[in-house]
């Protein structure tokens, strides 16, 4: 069993950054991949990015590759999400996951979700 917490979202102006971390409780998180995933106002829930199990594989959704940074600390349980240049379009609630990361960035699925966090950039 794992337990994922958000933390760090809030409201930022265009152009502005944040950083979301994502905190889990249990034994077993170093052996998943995890994810961060987001749903926009009246859209479904899409992928942002992952990271492999020893931090190694990174993989990004498009529309964030070289705004993003995902990374992780085994030692201290948590994931971050680094957002750069961040714009009206990232307005979202974030999801924490952690699940099966295939190489090549397929996310097979996910095991565990977080309850989200809202991150809101306003014009």
């Known amino acids: 069993q794992v337990k994922l917490e958000e933390s760090g979202g809030g409201w930022v102006q265009t152009g502005g950054s944040l950083r979301l971390s994502c905190t889990a409780s249990g034994h077993t998180y170093h052996t998943y991949g995890m994810g961060w995933f987001r749903r926009a106002p009246g859209k479904e829930r899409e992928f942002v990015a992952a990271?492999?199990?020893?931090?190694?594989?990174?993989y990004y959704a498009d529309s964030v590759k070289g705004r993003f940074t995902i990374s992780r600390d085994n030692a201290k349980i948590t994931t971050y999400l680094q957002m750069n240049r961040l714009s009206p379009d990232d307005t979202a609630v974030y999801y924490c996951?952690?699940?099966?990361?295939?190489?090549?960035?397929?996310?097979?699925?996910?095991?565990?979700w977080g309850q989200g966090t809202q991150v809101t950039v306003s014009s």
């Open positions: 990271i492999s199990q020893n931090g190694g594989r990174l």
């Open positions: 996951a952690a699940g099966t990361l295939l190489d090549g960035g397929n996310w097979l699925g996910t095991d565990y």
